[in-house]
Every structure is written in C-alpha cells, then in structure tokens.
C-alpha cells in the first residue's frame, strides 16, 4: 500500500488506464469527453475512468473505483456515466478485465451507413476477431444502451453499437485497446475501399476457410465471429 492506500496492482492499473486514454485521445478514437475506459483488480473491484472528464488529460488519482454494482468503495472521483455498459460486460463475461469504450470514427460511420463490418474481407481480421459485429441503437446515459450489448458481448471481443461507438474486451487493458485500434483501421480500410468502388466483396469462401483453419497452427484461440456465427 501507499500513501493513498493503493496496492501495487492499483496503481499500476490507474496508471494504464490513463495512458490508454490518452492513446486514444491522441489517435482521434474519442475526442471532447468521449468514451470511458475500465480494468478490474484481483479483489473484482473496478478502476474506471470519470464522468465528464476529457480522457486524453487525466491522472491517475482522476481514476474512479466502484464494486461490481456500481457502488463506490472511496470517497474519489464518480464514475463514468456510462458505467452500465462495463458493469454488463464484466457480468457476462467473466473471463475479462479490461474494456475501452470509444467513439471511432470510421467504424461509427459504418454502422450510420448501414454497411456490414461482419463481411470476411481482411486476412488479420478473419483470422483475430473474424469479423466485428453491431449492436443494435440505445439512448447512451439510459439503461437501454448497456442492454443492447448483452448478447451479442457474450460472443466476441469487439463490438460496435449502432450510431454511437465501440465496445472491446480483453484479459488487459492494452489488449482492450488493440481491438479497438484493428477495428478502426479496418472500418477505414473499408470505407476508402466502399468510396472507391462503390461496394465491397468479400473474399471467397474457400479463402474465409483456409484462413479459418490457420488459427489452430498460429496457436489463435481467442473468440472469433465467424466461427461461433456471433451477431449473424
Ligand atoms: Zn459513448
């Protein structure tokens, strides 16, 4: 413990949350005082980042700490508003402890334009995550957004929700973050590809397939969409 009565785990944990953040502040995922970003400690208590606050700029002593319901368990900084997306997650996905939520642009505008994130077209992609799939549209700040993601979280890592952002899981923070910078790159890869052509096709089966079967030989073992058929 130090002198705040953080554990060493804490602090650590406080300190990549902030520096995920600022990450995505500075790679334009989140912008203003979107998103929010959570990692649970040993004990199943949540780090999480503030409400209201502008991500790319906090501190470690910004972050808050609630219980698994939501409660706080100090008297620090209150929780983000849109807690109830994580407090799902981590109930339906008890393998988990980390999640970013944030607001990528491409990805974002992909599910306003109605095009299909799901659509084997990316070799890294269909191999990882297979392909990402969107939740349906909930009021953000209500408790019927964190609801449109409780099925389709259970599935895959990565998620997106209609008209509004991301959702990605993972044992870690940085690996949380990975999924959503892949996702991002890969919605903007789509969408020059949707521009230029006015369309997108999607690599042959028998392509999906064999890249499908590499993942046993590369050791990939991670959730992946087209495997388990996720929001399909
Ligand atoms: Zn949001």
Redesign the pocket.
């Known amino acids: 413990m130090d002198a705040r009565g953080w554990t060493e785990e804490e602090t650590r944990l406080r300190k990549a949350i902030v520096s995920v953040a600022k990450l995505c502040f500075e790679r334009k995922l989140i912008v203003g005082a979107?998103?929010n970003f959570s990692a649970m400690t040993s004990q199943g208590t949540i780090l999480i980042t503030p409400a209201g606050a502008m991500k790319g700029f906090l501190e470690p002593h910004h972050i808050a700490h609630i219980d698994r319901t939501g409660r706080p368990i100090d008297d620090g900084p209150k929780a983000s508003s849109?807690v109830g997306i994580h407090l799902v997650s981590y109930r339906e996905r008890p393998d988990i402890r980390a999640i970013c939520?944030a607001?990528p642009p491409h990805a974002v505008a992909m599910t306003i334009a109605e095009i299909d994130l799901q659509l084997p077209v990316i070799p890294e992609i269909i191999v990882t995550i297979g392909g990402i799939p969107t939740a349906p549209f909930g009021t953000?700040g209500t408790p019927e957004l964190p609801e449109t993601i409780r099925e389709i979280i259970r599935c895959s890592d990565t998620v997106l929700m209609k008209n509004?952002?991301s959702v990605t899981v993972g044992p870690n923070i940085m690996d949380a973050f990975k999924k959503l910078d892949m996702l991002e790159h890969t919605a903007r890869i789509l969408w020059l590809a949707h521009v230029a052509r006015g369309g997108l096709s999607p690599l042959p089966d028998e392509s999906v397939r064999k890249l499908l079967e590499s993942r046993s030989a590369l050791g990939i073992r991670t959730r992946n969409t087209l495997e388990n058929r996720c929001g399909m």
């Open positions: 979107d998103g849109e939520h607001h953000p509004h952002g």
